[in-house]
């Protein structure tokens, strides 16, 4: 069994399919390729902490404010908080004995030594179809209105393994669905949120039977 760390930002929708997967294999008596033994969010405020709260794990904020103090954290660079952050999880995933890190909505840059500690055990959900709209900016609605504004007939989500670059590590899983006439971002997302999950799951028991 996979022991992951699931790093969060949000509401975490994703954390709660990966929760939900685990305790229903448990419950049919049948082994779950991962256990979720950490989650980690860089917000305070992440409706994802209630979620692992409720399903009894462990859950930290490593956050620039909560890693370098205020002071510091404001006065540092973008560059300067991503690393303090990056090297303060990789301390927490080594001494929880994390063997591979899933970011489901994280919305941060990881770097550093975290990148090679966890090579090619680290996947990224992306919401849209890689190597298109990745990069610095796109997340969420962003990447959501990039592709309408493109007039693309398709969308969909991506489960890569994350590298140096942002977003462009090998992709493992992709779930697409079509561009519909009067999309808006929200209806859009709407289509595809449900193949996150999806995607998610199967690019985690990939990474576990690896």
């Not at 770097?111 to 966890?118: A, D, E, F, K, M």
């Amino acid at each position: 069994m996979m022991n992951i760390a699931v790093l969060v930002s949000g509401g975490g929708t994703n954390l709660q399919a990966l929760i939900d997967f685990e305790q229903q294999k448990h419950s049919a008596g049948e082994t779950c390729p991962y256990h979720i033994a950490l989650v980690v969010s860089n917000t305070k405020n992440a409706y994802a902490l209630e979620r692992a709260a409720h399903a009894g794990i462990p859950a930290e904020i490593r956050s620039p404010y909560s890693v370098l103090g205020a002071e510091k954290a404001k006065a540092a660079s973008r560059d300067e908080k991503r690393l303090a952050v990056s090297d303060a999880i990789l301390s927490l995933c080594e001494q929880n004995g994390i063997d591979a890190i899933v970011l489901a909505g994280y919305l941060s840059v990881l770097c550093g030594r975290i990148l090679s500690v966890y090579s090619e055990r680290i996947i990224n959900l992306h919401p849209a179809l890689l190597p298109k709209f990745g990069g610095i900016g796109m997340w969420g609605h962003n990447v959501h209105e990039a592709v309408l504004a493109a007039h693309e007939s398709e969308s969909g989500c991506t489960v890569h393994l994350v590298d140096a670059g942002c977003d462009t590590g090998k992709i493992l899983v992709q779930k697409r669905v079509p561009v519909m006439p009067g999309d808006t971002p929200d209806t859009l997302y709407a289509r595809i949120a449900p193949l996150e999950h999806e995607a998610l799951l199967e690019g985690v028991c990939l990474l576990a039977n690896s």
